[in-house]
């Protein structure tokens, strides 16, 4: 059952898009509800460098992932909320490791 959580939520990753996929970096780097077993401070640096050089909306406006627009990147991390700590860690992995530089 824990195993079919962590594939559905990969699953939603891999139909992201890569602004999408950063958004969702950001938001798990940023959260205080999530452990990650990362370093967390630099994961955040590196995502949203990327994030600013690929998307002006972020670069110039203060943005709020609690928007309705971001729907898929908060319905991401609720999944998240849910899941044990090891599990989180698969998806933070598998997450990264999709960003390409």
Same mark, same amino acid.
């Given at each position: ?34 452990? +990650? ?7 955040? /640096? =590196?995502?949203?460098?990327? %994030?600013?050089?690929?998307? &002006? $909306? ?21 999944? +998240? ?7 989180? /860690? =698969?998806?933070?992995?598998? %997450?990264?490791?999709?960003? &390409? $530089?």
């Amino acid at each position: 059952m824990e195993e079919d959580k962590v594939e559905n939520v990969i699953n939603i990753v891999k139909d992201m898009n890569i602004k999408d996929k950063l958004r969702l970096a950001i938001c798990m780097n940023d959260s205080q509800w999530l452990t +990650l077993d990362y370093d967390r401070k630099e994961m955040y /640096n =590196k995502f949203d460098t990327h %994030l600013r050089k690929i998307d &002006e $909306e972020y670069r110039t406006t203060l943005i709020n992932f609690g928007q309705s627009k971001y729907f898929i990147v908060n319905f991401t991390m609720a999944k +998240l909320m849910e899941m044990e700590q090891t599990d989180r /860690n =698969k998806i933070a992995l598998y %997450l990264f490791n999709s960003i &390409e $530089e």
